[in-house]
């Protein structure tokens, strides 16, 4: 090689820390699911154990808290296509 060529060269930049994008990514979503499935189970288990219905409103909180979740994973993942673009 010729290093009068190499040393006239810009150097590239360097990449972005994209494995330090993905995890930041990762631990976002699971927050973002986590968060309301215990949240809302949580609920549930409080009001089953006051009113004696369970696992009825237990159910119903897992099912909401999922739902919830799947709403902030879609707002995450509209974001980071935006940030992307």
């Known amino acids: 090689m010729n290093k009068a060529a190499d040393s006239t060269t810009k150097p590239s930049k360097p990449e972005p820390n994209v494995l330090g994008t993905i995890l930041l990514d990762l631990v976002d979503t699971a927050w973002r699911i986590a968060t309301p499935v215990l949240l809302f189970a949580g609920i549930g288990i409080f009001i089953d154990k006051k009113i004696g219905s369970a696992p009825w409103i237990t159910l119903l909180g897992v ?6 979740a799947g709403l902030l994973v879609k707002k995450q993942l509209s974001a980071v296509n935006q940030r992307e673009q």
């Open 63 to 68: 099912v909401i808290g999922f739902v919830g």
